[in-house]
């Protein structure tokens, strides 16, 4: 890190009745970084609007809002920022007072014009960039303008009951603590002289083959002390150092302490254009594994049916197309799927229209810790995908996936559910303990 930008650090005071929490959890030094550092989101639907309110909450310097979408009906379902008098406004500027009240600190600003593949020139500047339910051409342009010009880059998508995050940090990303973990010290019983150090009473050091550790209180080779050293683990007791070969460093060392050090970890991303052909996506569901790349493979069909069709398929002859574009995506894999879950790709092409919310808001919150990541470099991040699915959630029902009689602010949940399972949904009664920082992410 350069002096003006320790300057920099130094200048910039946190607000501990704001974020003593917060603080405590990155440090100040990641604290610092956020609070320099400016975001670009694109689409404020359901998940838009969630990631820009936790990211305007964690205190960056600048977040400017995108999107020209006229509010309407579907929004008050799946967003908690448009009111009805907003409908036929622009989204962002719907949303821009109600989000910019959350935090004094935090300078929300207004696109200047719509981010399309012809005027990518506008994030220019920015450190981080959010696309939410782009299109993948979009997503693919940004994608080669932010890996050219150093700026980080988060796609989050919510297509019915499934939902994608792809994460590019470009070539060369350094994780500055890769776990948030603070080491403690261990005593040690012995130094041997040939470097085997074994951990005071045969304790478990929890160290690997390549980790840098930090000597304390020793007092029969003082050339040691305040040492930073690779370590070659021996057992889960014992590890060995290269001495030095200078001084009192053949004696023989009874005591003393050493304490892990962290290190940097660099880490190299892929273009989103050889991550679609290829997928490295981040397994969340032990039961079942092939869904996740199954919602790659029906997200890539419906990018292709709407640019082609303009709509979501809605009807049985809709779904057949749908389904004949997934087995096409599938063939351009470099592993294709043997035999594809044709149900599962029915019920996604089927809900495809609408945003389920409580997705909305676990991708929303997932997106934002990536990118609090991308700004900060603490915490590992994702690489690069991660898909998770709710179809087991559809309506059983085809009449209720393709039609609803209603146009009203439960009419897309209907779509998804059944009406019949909305109207349960009504009757509950909730009483909430606790209506803090973790209910409101």
Same mark, same amino acid.
């Given at each position: 890190?350069?002096?003006?930008?320790?300057?920099?650090?130094?200048?910039? %005071?946190?607000?501990?009745?704001?974020?003593?929490?917060?603080?405590? $959890?990155?440090?100040?030094?990641? =604290?610092?970084? =956020?609070?320099?550092?400016?975001?670009? #989101?694109?689409?404020?639907?359901?998940?838009?609007?969630?990631?820009?309110?936790?990211?305007?909450?964690?205190?960056?310097?600048?977040?400017?809002? *995108?999107?020209?979408?006229?509010?309407?009906?579907?929004?008050?379902?799946? +967003?908690?920022?448009?009111?009805?008098?907003?409908?036929?406004?622009?989204?962002?500027?719907?949303?821009?007072?109600?989000?910019?009240?959350?935090?004094?600190?935090?300078?929300?600003? $207004? @696109?200047? %014009?719509?981010?399309?593949?012809?005027?990518?020139?506008?994030?220019?500047?920015?450190?981080?960039?959010?696309?939410?339910?782009?299109?993948?051409?979009?997503?693919?342009?940004?994608?080669? &303008?932010?890996?050219?010009?150093?700026? @980080? $880059?988060?796609?989050?998508?919510?297509?019915?009951?499934?939902?994608?995050?792809?994460?590019?940090?470009?070539?060369?990303?350094?994780?500055?603590?890769?776990?948030?973990? *603070? &080491?403690?010290?261990?005593?040690?019983?012995?130094?041997?002289?040939?470097? $085997?150090?074994?951990?005071?009473?045969?304790?478990?050091?929890?160290?690997?083959?390549?980790?840098?550790?930090?000597?304390?209180?020793?007092?029969?080779?003082?050339?040691?002390?305040?040492?930073?050293?690779?370590?070659?683990?021996?057992?889960?007791?014992?590890?060995?150092?290269?001495?030095?070969?200078?001084?009192?460093?053949?004696?023989?060392?009874?005591?003393?302490?050493?304490?892990?050090?962290?290190?940097?970890?660099?880490?190299?991303?892929?273009?989103?254009?050889?991550?679609?052909?290829?997928?490295?996506?981040?397994?969340?569901?032990?039961?079942?594994?092939? %869904?996740?790349?199954?919602?790659?493979?029906?997200?890539?069909?419906? *990018?292709?049916?709407?640019? #082609?069709?303009?709509?979501?398929?809605?009807?049985?002859?809709?779904?057949?197309?749908?389904?004949?574009?997934?087995?096409?995506?599938?063939?351009?894999?470099?592993?294709?799927?043997?035999?594809?879950?044709?149900?599962?790709?029915?019920?996604?092409?089927? !809900?495809?229209?609408?945003?389920?919310?409580? /997705?909305?808001?676990?991708?929303?919150?997932?997106?934002?810790?990536?990118?609090?990541?991308?700004?900060?470099?603490?915490?590992?991040?994702?690489? +690069?995908?991660?898909?998770?699915?709710?179809?087991?959630?559809?309506?059983?029902?085809?009449?209720?996936?393709?039609?609803?009689?209603?146009?009203?602010?439960?009419?897309?949940?209907?779509? /998804?559910?059944?009406?019949? !399972?909305?109207?349960?949904?009504?009757?509950?009664?909730?009483?909430?303990?606790?209506?803090?920082?973790?209910?409101?992410?």
């Amino acid at each position: 890190m350069s002096s003006t930008t320790n300057q920099q650090n130094r200048d910039v %005071s946190i607000d501990d009745s704001l974020y003593s929490r917060q603080r405590y $959890l990155l440090g100040d030094s990641a =604290m610092h970084r =956020m609070a320099q550092s400016s975001v670009f #989101i694109h689409g404020l639907n359901g998940v838009g609007v969630e990631i820009a309110k936790n990211i305007i909450l964690a205190g960056v310097k600048v977040v400017t809002l *995108d999107d020209v979408t006229p509010c309407s009906v579907s929004d008050l379902g799946n +967003q908690f920022y448009v009111r009805e008098s907003d409908f036929g406004e622009k989204r962002a500027q719907a949303c821009f007072s109600r989000l910019a009240e959350l935090n004094p600190y935090v300078s929300v600003r $207004l @696109s200047k %014009s719509n981010l399309t593949a012809k005027n990518l020139f506008l994030l220019s500047g920015y450190s981080c960039v959010v696309l939410c339910n782009a299109s993948m051409e979009l997503q693919i342009a940004v994608d080669g &303008y932010c890996r050219k010009n150093r700026i @980080s $880059l988060i796609c989050a998508t919510v297509r019915g009951l499934v939902s994608s995050i792809f994460v590019d940090l470009g070539e060369g990303f350094e994780v500055l603590d890769a776990d948030g973990e *603070d &080491y403690e010290s261990k005593f040690i019983a012995s130094i041997s002289e040939e470097g $085997l150090v074994t951990t005071h009473e045969m304790g478990l050091h929890g160290l690997d083959t390549g980790d840098v550790v930090k000597f304390h209180e020793i007092d029969e080779m003082n050339v040691l002390n305040n040492q930073e050293m690779k370590v070659k683990v021996e057992t889960t007791s014992s590890f060995r150092i290269s001495l030095p070969s200078n001084g009192d460093s053949r004696t023989e060392v009874t005591g003393g302490v050493f304490q892990k050090i962290k290190q940097p970890i660099t880490m190299n991303f892929e273009s989103l254009v050889t991550q679609i052909n290829k997928p490295d996506i981040l397994l969340s569901d032990l039961v079942n594994i092939e %869904s996740p790349i199954h919602v790659h493979i029906a997200l890539l069909a419906l *990018d292709k049916y709407y640019r #082609i069709k303009k709509h979501y398929p809605l009807n049985t002859n809709n779904i057949a197309k749908f389904i004949e574009y997934c087995r096409e995506v599938n063939q351009t894999l470099q592993h294709p799927i043997i035999e594809l879950d044709i149900s599962m790709l029915e019920i996604i092409g089927a !809900t495809s229209c609408g945003i389920f919310q409580p /997705l909305a808001a676990v991708v929303g919150g997932f997106a934002a810790q990536e990118m609090l990541k991308a700004l900060t470099g603490k915490f590992t991040p994702l690489k +690069q995908f991660f898909n998770l699915e709710f179809t087991d959630l559809a309506s059983k029902k085809s009449n209720e996936i393709n039609s609803t009689n209603s146009n009203n602010r439960y009419s897309e949940l209907v779509r /998804l559910l059944g009406e019949e !399972t909305v109207k349960k949904l009504h009757t509950f009664n909730i009483f909430m303990v606790g209506c803090g920082l973790v209910v409101s992410y």
